[in-house]
């Protein structure tokens, strides 16, 4: 049982926009701290994908982009691409846990 | 360019200490502002932090683990390094080192990850 709360799964059509929510507590996201999320493309290695809540490193496309609000988040995806089918990963802190927590991820498919 | 690169046994017994490390290039691990951690993953399951070192011997640790878990760092190899003792089959899991940016108290976050190891837990 993850401390961040994601749906299991989301799929869409590509060209179409899906949301990927992330639910916390007054420990973590509500405590204001910041969310990020990270994508893990099938076999491979983590990638940060947005980092403080809405912004994005060098290199992610703009489809990309994060929210937080109250003790929840959100990543958005506009224009699937077959290429994003992957894990996607929340992660904040909890000050109750002393810890940082993950959201037990989110599997995307592009149908 | 950034690169981090894990090693170390990928089978280790029921009761034994799992030793891993970490070699950093591309970037001193004596860098100001990052700190550097360890992530692991059960096969088929989510992320679970395991903690973090600064190159001063700072350390940060997940409470869950922490009566069994060390973490080193040796800056003139640019290495630093995860040993778990007293594992358990539960143990079993990719191994992920990456750079951790803890910007302020907000809370941070890994912006560089090795490729990961598989360390089995098994007689």
């Known amino acids: 049982q993850s401390v961040l709360t994601q749906p299991p799964s989301v799929s869409g059509a590509p060209g179409q926009r899906v949301t990927i929510s992330c639910t916390g507590s007054?420990?973590?996201?509500?405590?204001?701290?910041?969310v990020h999320w990270y994508q893990q493309l099938p076999g491979t290695a983590p990638k940060l994908l947005i980092y403080?809540?809405?912004n994005r490193p060098s290199g992610v496309p703009d489809r990309f982009s994060g929210s937080k609000s109250g003790t929840s988040a959100s990543l958005a995806i506009t224009g699937l691409q077959t290429e994003d089918e992957a894990d996607y990963f929340c992660?904040?802190?909890?000050?109750?846990?002393?810890?940082?927590?993950f959201g037990g991820g989110t599997k995307l498919t592009v149908l | 360019q950034l690169q981090l690169q894990e090693s170390g046994p990928g089978l280790v017994k029921p009761s034994e200490t799992l030793s891993l490390t970490c070699t950093v290039s591309?970037?001193?691990?004596?860098?100001?502002?990052?700190?550097w951690g360890w992530i692991r993953q059960p096969p088929g399951r989510g992320l679970d932090w395991i903690g973090s070192?600064?190159?001063?011997?700072?350390?940060y640790y997940n409470p869950s683990v922490r009566s069994r878990v060390t973490i080193s760092v040796d800056t003139s190899n640019n290495q630093f390094s995860l040993r778990l003792s007293s594992v358990t089959a539960a143990d079993t899991a990719m191994y992920y080192c990456?750079?951790?940016?803890?910007?302020?108290?907000?809370?941070?976050?890994?912006?560089?990850w090795g490729l990961g190891t598989l360390v089995t837990v098994s007689s």
């Open positions: 992660q904040s802190y909890d000050n109750s846990l002393t810890v940082g927590v």
């Open positions: 007054s420990s973590n996201i509500g405590a204001d701290y910041d």
């Open positions: 990456a750079r951790v940016n803890y910007y302020d108290s907000r809370g941070y976050y890994h912006d560089h």
């Open positions: 591309g970037d001193s691990i004596s860098s100001n502002y990052y700190y």
């Open positions: 070192i600064y190159h001063s011997g700072s350390t």
């Open positions: 403080k809540n809405n």
